[in-house]
């Protein structure tokens, strides 16, 4: 039995609705791309929400701390070991590792410990001073972002001073050592925060001294 122009047109036009095209294959694949790429992008960028949130949250405990420290001694802690009469292996992260030190110094028993979490040591340092107020602690530690990257430290005695630091998280993995001086505010010129203290994080680009570097001021 011969088919009808009209039944040929019915059985093509069923052929075409059973399946997709590769055009629409095409473009159901590109569709998928973009939505996963858009899921990515934005999970990075909660990500990074996270990240600068615990910096925030760091950087305030250690002001916290700062001021205690400061109501006992008359000023806020020093950005150098040997002030502390601490002796190190290298002067790498030595603003950090001076912070750290005179919050846990013997002398200074009714301070609080940072979290320990918080805590790291890119340098891998240690020292034979008996500085720490918990026998047996003989590392230099350092107190980092939530990047995993030490936060620079200065007292006002060090604005103007450079400090080297080595970071955990570099953005160039072939560099991982980066330079940092106190800032100066871009109103006035003069350092920020001139009678107290700064703290530094290097941000998302792990670089010192760009516009996503998180502070205290």
Known sequence: MQMNSKQLNAGAVRDRRAGFTLVEILAVLAILSLLMALSVVGFQKFKERGYVTKTHSTMAELRMKITNYESKFGAP????????????????????????????????????????????????????????????????????????NPIAYFAPSGYGKEQRYLMSEPADPNDPEQRVSAQKSTKTGAFANADTFQLISAGTDGLFGTDDDETNF
């Open 77 to 148: 802690p020093p950005d150098t070991l040997a002030a502390l009469k601490v002796r190190a292996d290298n002067d790498l992260n030595e603003g950090a590792e001076a912070l750290f030190a005179a919050l846990h110094l013997k002398g200074f028993p009714e301070g609080d410990n940072v979290e320990e979490e918080s805590l790291g040591n890119s340098d891998e340092d240690s020292t034979a001073t008996p500085y720490h107020r918990d026998a047996g602690v003989s590392q230099l530690l350092e107190v980092m972002d939530g990047w995993g």
